[in-house]
């Protein structure tokens, strides 16, 4: 019995995952699938378009056995700590054998070089990286320059361009963890085909998830949504099963969840925040919480508050992750209280990935729940804290749902297991 670990997000889950889940299964030899998935709130700082629940069945009705929640302190996080909470995720269920993860690079050796030459950080490397941070380059783009400064990849690949596309920057993220933490879990990557997860035009059978989600943006009418699934490239980027998925939940006022829906919350938070909390958030350095201030107190909306934040310095989705710790006060105290994930918090099955629960129970070293009221119960602080950050993320997240009679808190509680 082998038993596949992937990281994922599926907002919404595509033919693009459908190939990831296949190619991985015939690369590795494996019999069962475990996802560890972002829960309402995914790593770039953004709402998922439609809940966790949902998303959770699309899986399991497309290739996945288990699906196993990363918790929102670790999915909203930057590219490493996202990376380091689902690689500890996994390594805590104790039957992962292989992780399995897309890259535009699809060569191990080179992520893994790098990402060898990421975790020693000579001294040399260090003092380069500070010299391009300091020159106004975000951290990406810094760390990207410093290793081309300060080690000769001539003959293997161009390091800039590799460091350019983020399925290889948490590919070496995965390693990195996967290595800092002694897993025997064996990484394998699968080269990712045609689109660029940032690309915005539909196209072919494949199409990202961000062209996936333009389209329904641009095209959603609170009336009548149905034109949305009649475009022929949107029907042969997505299965019949995530577009039935996607139907029933826009029908039933639960989506599509866009960030703008959040704007007044945010900007009422970072209006009340004085400039001590807001430096205090996790993610925010350099005197950015001067900034941050300015643009709350005078946009008006989301996209000219993003607008008014993004720089050279300060990434999108950097930005999109502090407006995210704005609402649910993640602070950097909080973030450092946590060394991973607290508990093994699952949010469906099929019947396969019932015999993977029992074998979990017997080799999990953390606690494995199931209900969201066992947490209560607990004595441990760490696990409680996490929860009552994902309790609030998700209360947070149905005030964007359509139909008000939809927006009541509590909802960690009130929605099951999803069974298939």
Not at 11 to 16: D, L
Not at 148 to 157: H, Q, R
Not at 208 to 229: M, P, V
Request: glycine fraction near 6%; charged fraction near 25%.
């Amino acid at each position: 019995m082998k038993v596949l670990g992937i990281v994922v997000e599926y907002n919404p889950f595509h033919n693009g995952h459908k190939y990831h889940i296949e190619k991985s299964l015939e690369a590795t030899g494996c019999d069962y699938t475990v996802a560890v998935m972002s829960g309402n709130f995914v790593q770039r700082g953004e709402p998922a378009i439609i809940n966790k629940w949902a998303r959770t069945k699309m899986a399991l009705l497309s290739g996945v056995d288990l699906v196993i929640e990363i918790p929102s302190v670790y999915a909203v996080s930057s590219a490493e700590f996202f990376a380091y909470g689902a690689v500890k995720l996994l390594e805590s269920i104790g039957i992962v054998d292989y992780l399995c993860f897309g890259s535009e690079e699809g060569d191990l050796s080179n992520l893994i070089s790098i990402a060898d030459i990421l975790i020693d950080e000579d001294m040399l490397y260090k003092e380069q990286l500070k010299t391009f941070l300091k020159s106004g380059l975000s951290f990406p783009a810094a760390r990207a320059s410093a290793l081309s400064k300060c080690f000769n990849f001539s003959g293997k690949f161009n390091i800039e361009h590799l460091l350019r596309s983020s399925n290889n920057i948490l590919a070496i993220e995965y390693i990195k963890a996967l290595k800092r933490i002694d897993s025997k879990i064996t990484p394998y990557t699968i080269k990712r085909l045609s689109n660029n997860y940032k690309d915005k035009e539909l196209s072919g059978n494949i199409s990202s998830a961000t062209a996936i989600r333009g389209h329904i943006k641009e095209t959603y009418n609170q009336l009548d949504n149905s034109h949305i699934f009649e475009l022929e490239q949107f029907k042969n980027s997505l299965s019949p099963i995530s577009i039935s998925i996607l139907e029933d939940e826009f029908k039933s006022g639960r989506g599509p969840v866009f960030p703008e829906l959040f704007e007044n919350i945010i900007l009422a938070n970072l209006r009340q925040y004085g400039l001590q909390d807001i430096e205090q958030l996790q993610d925010v350095s350099e005197g950015l919480e001067n900034r941050i201030k300015y643009s709350a107190e005078n946009a008006g909306d989301y996209g000219t508050l993003i607008e008014m934040l993004c720089a050279k310095r300060y990434p999108k989705t950097r930005i999109q992750r502090i407006l995210f710790y704005s609402m649910t006060g993640l602070n950097k105290n909080i973030f450092r209280a946590f060394d991973g994930p607290a508990y093994i918090r699952v949010l469906g099955f099929n019947s396969k990935g019932r015999k993977l629960l029992s074998k979990i129970l017997k080799h999990s070293s953390l606690p494995l729940i199931t209900k969201a009221s066992a947490i209560d119960k607990s004595i441990s602080n760490p696990m409680k804290d996490m929860f009552r950050l994902e309790n609030l993320a998700t209360d947070l997240y149905v005030l964007a749902y359509h139909d008000k009679a939809q927006r009541m808190a509590g909802q960690e509680y009130r929605n099951n297991i999803v069974l298939v």
